[in-house]
């Protein structure tokens, strides 16, 4: 007989004297069968025989439905968790990675947010227990809208891979793979998507498909860059598997919500547990921050710790140790602070894991904000959505009054009126951009063609002023500043030529006297200064001509 049913009994012994009291008496002691029922050796007064039977039947159903209740043990030799998750070497105690997974004291990164990065972790042993329950806490975080590849939850026969193709393990695996993924491979936008998939060694993932159709079950579930850490709480009780996810957008450790249930699943025994994660073109960070790993038992079954109860003796005495050791403990603190009293008091080791009131206030505060904030967004979405759909009912209504007129005046009066789609509130906005885009391009245009036409009046006054009817440059009139050097030019070396006729006829031999007299040397003097001129008149013509363009 089980504790439930010796409950029952002693109930029922209590209860003696309230049954003597209204006339009920016993023959013998109250009976439990096998089958569950009860069998009262009692003679009853007729008024308290029925609310006796229904009291027993509620009795009896109520241990039938505690019954149910699994007796839970946490199993340490399949869970981590900080601090001190790692130890100084880098290992985590009972458990194995690899790949490109990185342990640290706060968490496991079994992915970095690197491209093509695999990593994996496992248990070293199998499970010695048929039902479990898994309580993961991780982040997937990431700088881009979409993130890949995603986290997997494994339960198989044998360890995988740590650079496999399915989320960083190996495919054709025998047992159960949760997937948490976050890239949509087959672009039908629904990811992220947490999902169940079954295999029994000889199927290999459909990558294609994002595995949907090789899914037992699965739900819609954004994970991806939470305030707070997403929660998973995976069970498998009496071939029903139950999957309850944490959104991450709280900080309620209770906040869960059904994601998927399978029943009838038959899972292989003595199974690993392990987490991998992967990342492709993009990349996540993935981080397990929890794994708690809890075994479960039917009430019949007996739960020991290796095959060995603790008595009361020993659990009262184990107590007292404890006691004792804590009070030498806090005996050996107060000794040393009264020995060293100019240190400061050290911080406690565990202060940090728990919050003071003003943490818990601004924690709650940021919640709050952070919840009004998504339902003034969601607001503002819907007021769109209705202004949107206000708009297009207008138009339409604009259109059913024309086309009745029309109908009127000259079609036939039980012919459908046809309804055209009208333009939207985007395709208005894109029309409105392009309309100034052209605005502003006219303008551009209308003063490059004013400054070309003031330019063409500069040119023609120039050509009409001008000797010619060649094209004159904008600025000094070149062409005649180079005539008149030509014709001064020409002038000097006329009179050259007439001063040394000149001088030829008066002295026909200088080779004995000087040929140089003071004529000739000033009219050398007067050509160089016209040279001279000229060129700095030229000079400053081109410098001009510069500095206005400039």
């Not at 890239?183 to 290999?204: R, S």
């Not at 249930?261 to 993009?282: D, M």
């Not at 063609?449 to 009046?457: C, P, R």
């Amino acid at each position: 007989m089980d504790g439930y049913a010796i409950d029952s009994k002693r109930w029922l012994r209590k209860s003696r004297s309230y049954f003597f009291k209204h006339h009920v008496f016993y023959d013998g002691a109250a009976e439990c069968s096998s089958a569950g029922k009860w069998h009262f050796k009692m003679k009853m007064a007729p008024e308290v025989r029925w609310p006796a039977i229904v009291v027993c039947i509620i009795a009896i159903g109520l241990s039938a439905v505690l019954a149910q209740n699994p007796h839970k043990k946490f199993e340490y030799k399949y869970s981590f968790k900080p601090p001190y998750l790692a130890q100084k070497d880098g290992s985590v105690p009972f458990w194995e990675y690899g790949g490109n997974a990185i342990a640290s004291a706060e968490n496991v990164r079994i992915a970095p947010s690197l491209r093509s990065q695999k990593g994996a972790i496992w248990t070293k042993q199998p499970t010695n227990f048929d039902w479990w329950e898994v309580n993961i806490v991780f982040r997937v975080t990431g700088r881009g809208r979409i993130g890949a590849d995603g986290l997997a939850f494994w339960y198989t026969t044998s360890k995988g891979s740590y650079d496999g193709t399915v989320f960083g393990s190996s495919d054709q695996w025998n047992g159960l793979g949760i997937f948490f993924d976050s890239f949509d491979n087959d672009n039908k936008h629904n990811n992220p998507y947490i999902m169940a998939v079954l295999n029994d060694g000889t199927k290999q993932f459909d990558h294609a498909n994002d595995g949907t159709t090789q899914l037992l079950a699965g739900c819609l579930r954004d994970f991806r860059n939470k305030p707070f850490p997403t929660r998973a709480k995976i069970e498998y009780y009496q071939n029903t598997l139950t999957v309850l996810f944490h959104n991450g957008m709280t900080n309620n450790d209770q906040d869960f919500e059904m994601c998927l249930r399978a029943e009838n699943v038959q899972l292989p025994k003595n199974g690993y547990f392990g987490v991998s994660a992967a990342t492709g073109g993009l990349a996540d960070d993935h981080d397990v921050l929890h794994f708690l790993t809890t075994s479960l038992h039917t009430t019949s079954q007996t739960v020991s710790d290796g095959g060995r109860k603790i008595s009361t003796e020993e659990e009262i005495k184990l107590g007292q140790e404890y006691q004792d050791y804590q009070k030498k403990l806090e005996q050996q603190k107060e000794d040393y602070r009264r020995q060293h009293p100019d240190e400061q008091p050290a911080k406690e080791e565990f202060d940090e894991w728990f919050e003071t009131d003003n943490q818990r206030e601004l924690r709650q505060i940021f919640s709050g904000q952070s919840q009004m904030f998504d339902a003034l967004r969601e607001l503002n979405r819907k007021l769109d959505e209705v202004v949107g759909r206000q708009e297009r009912t207008l138009s339409l209504i604009a259109q059913v009054q024309v086309g009745g007129v029309q109908g009127a005046a000259g079609g036939q009066p039980g012919q459908p009126i046809q309804l055209i789609d009208t333009i939207r509130r985007p395709e208005v906005d894109a029309v409105l951009n392009n309309q100034n885009a052209i605005l502003n391009t006219a303008r551009e245009i209308k003063s490059f063609v004013g400054e070309v036409h003031s330019k063409a009046d500069t040119i023609l006054n120039n050509q009409a002023r001008g000797p010619t009817a060649q094209v004159q440059p904008i600025g000094y009139d070149y062409q005649a500043l180079i005539s008149e050097m030509k014709d001064g030019l020409n002038r000097v070396k006329r009179d050259i030529e007439h001063a040394n006729v000149k001088l030829d006829a008066g002295n026909k031999d200088c080779r004995t006297g000087n040929c140089l007299t003071t004529s000739m040397f000033l009219v050398f003097l007067a050509v160089q200064m016209v040279i001279l001129l000229g060129y700095n008149i030229y000079r400053d013509s081109k410098e001009a001509q510069a500095k206005k363009f400039y």
